[in-house]
């Protein structure tokens, strides 16, 4: 059988992406976009991540960051930054959704 006769079969009905595969592309793509220059540190971590809908193999993918909170550290040149990833499709469906925690130089 062959693997779009197979995926027809299973509970998404077709090709998708693998999960932690949308979630290094978007982190990726976020990378790419030149959006942190070099600023960041270290990763703190990720939470409340939501996969509500399947990324198809037909699918343009893009992210939108938008900074839900930032706190100052101990170190005064650095300081963390959570924030809220949403992946969408072409058609403006969401597709995934994380809190992205990170320490990063400041600006001053």
């Known amino acids: 059988m062959q693997k779009e006769e197979y995926a027809k079969q299973t509970v998404f009905k077709g090709r998708v992406a693998h999960g932690p595969f949308t979630f290094a592309i978007s982190v990726g793509l976020m990378f790419l976009s030149n959006f942190y220059e ?26 939108e ?34 809190d992205y925690i990170i320490l990063m130089h400041k600006r001053c």
Do not use: W
């Open 38 to 63: 070099d600023a960041i540190v270290a990763l703190v971590g990720l939470e409340n991540m939501t996969i509500p809908n399947p990324v198809r193999i037909e699918d343009t993918i893009h992210v």
């Open 65 to 98: 960051a938008t900074v839900q909170e930032k706190c100052p550290t101990k170190n005064n040149e650095n300081g963390v930054i959570n924030l809220r990833y949403v992946i969408k499709n072409q058609k403006e469906t969401i597709l995934m959704a994380f």
